[in-house]
């Protein structure tokens, strides 16, 4: 369950219950928690989550806690383009409060990867363009002495 100010941030400035509970579920957190947390009923809180998914197509989510995997789950672009990514789907790609995530566009896709992940991937692109043997670091220090040489010549 996501903290009380957590919460509290992600609900200011919404409209009404529908729209805190939305906004909330989006998160990942659990109806239950949300009703507890707006002080209304459970079933006001799952009714407007149900419908919310019936309406637009999304696909349930579970967090782990259920033992359900991931299926997807739409989220709403707020102001200045943000997106809140529910907690469920950040440790999914070990991403965690503070971390920096890596966003990659794909044929009409959003692809997320923790830095981990996107710098392994990275890694293995640059791996197809080097012979294998070759150290680049090595590479790079004889090619700096040789144009240390080079200028010692020019100078004497």
């Known amino acids: 369950m996501l903290p009380s100010k957590e919460m509290e941030r992600l609900t200011k400035g ?21 009703a507890r947390f707006l002080n209304i009923r459970y079933q006001h809180a ?25 299926k997807g789950q739409y989220v709403e672009v707020g102001p200045a383009g943000r997106v809140i990514v529910p907690p469920a789907f950040l440790a999914a790609i070990g991403a965690k409060e503070g971390d920096r995530i890596f966003l990659k566009p794909i044929d009409g896709k959003l692809q997320i990867m923790s830095k981990t992940a996107a710098l392994e991937e990275m890694r293995k692109l640059v791996r197809q363009y080097i012979p294998e043997g070759v150290n680049l670091a090595d590479e790079l220090i004889a090619d700096r002495r040789r144009e240390v040489a080079r200028e010692a010549k020019g100078r004497g």
């Not at 799952?46 to 991931?70: C, F, M, R, W």
């Open 14 to 34: 919404l409209p009404g219950p529908s729209a805190k509970i939305r906004a909330l579920a989006a998160a990942g957190v659990r109806p239950a928690d949300i």
């Open 46 to 70: 799952y009714n407007v989550i149900k419908q919310s998914a019936a309406s637009d197509g999304a696909l349930p989510h579970g967090g782990g806690e259920d033992g359900e995997t991931l």
